[in-house]
């Protein structure tokens, strides 16, 4: 079964909008950057992801700026992901300093 990854940051307000730019187009790029360790071909399936535009005003204290969503094959894929790839690594790195908050969620579609 498919695996959801959510992705949610509040960039830090000092952080300039190109730098901002450029870090989510970089987080975008690991579907296809980020490669299996067997096949060596991208594993992510799919990748999408913006700035936050909800006119709801309900973003955790309105502190979430941007939000992504990864979508995994099955849970190995999303672990490899999280905990070994060395590129996803590299990016996570590329971010200290920008980034104020980070939160993740996780689900399988329709286990409750």
Same mark, same amino acid.
């Not at 952080?15 to 970089?26: F, I, M, Q, S, T």
């Not at 975008?28 to 067997?38: F, G, I, M, Q």
């Given at each position: 079964?498919?695996?959801? =990854?959510?992705?949610?940051?509040?960039?830090?307000?000092? !952080?300039?909008?190109?730098?901002?730019?450029?870090?989510?187009?970089?987080?975008?790029?690991?579907?296809?950057?980020?490669?299996?360790?067997?096949?060596?071909?991208?594993?992510?399936?799919?990748?999408?992801?913006?700035?936050?535009?909800?006119?709801?005003?309900?973003?955790?204290?309105?502190?979430?700026?941007?939000?992504?969503?990864?979508?995994?094959?099955?849970?190995?894929?999303?672990?490899?992901?999280?905990?070994?790839?060395?590129? =996803?690594?590299?990016?996570?790195?590329?971010?200290?300093?920008?980034?104020?908050?980070?939160?993740?969620?996780?689900?399988?579609?329709? !286990?409750?």
């Amino acid at each position: 079964m498919s695996i959801t =990854h959510i992705v949610l940051f509040q960039f830090k307000s000092e !952080v300039a909008a190109e730098v901002v730019r450029d870090a989510c187009e970089r987080m975008l790029a690991l579907k296809d950057s980020c490669l299996h360790p067997t096949s060596q071909q991208p594993y992510i399936k799919s990748a999408s992801g913006g700035k936050d535009n909800s006119p709801e005003g309900i973003q955790a204290s309105n502190c979430i700026t941007h939000a992504f969503v990864l979508e995994f094959a099955c849970a190995a894929d999303r672990d490899y992901y999280v905990q070994s790839d060395p590129v =996803h690594i590299a990016f996570v790195d590329t971010l200290d300093g920008l980034v104020e908050k980070a939160q993740v969620v996780d689900f399988t579609d329709r !286990v409750f």
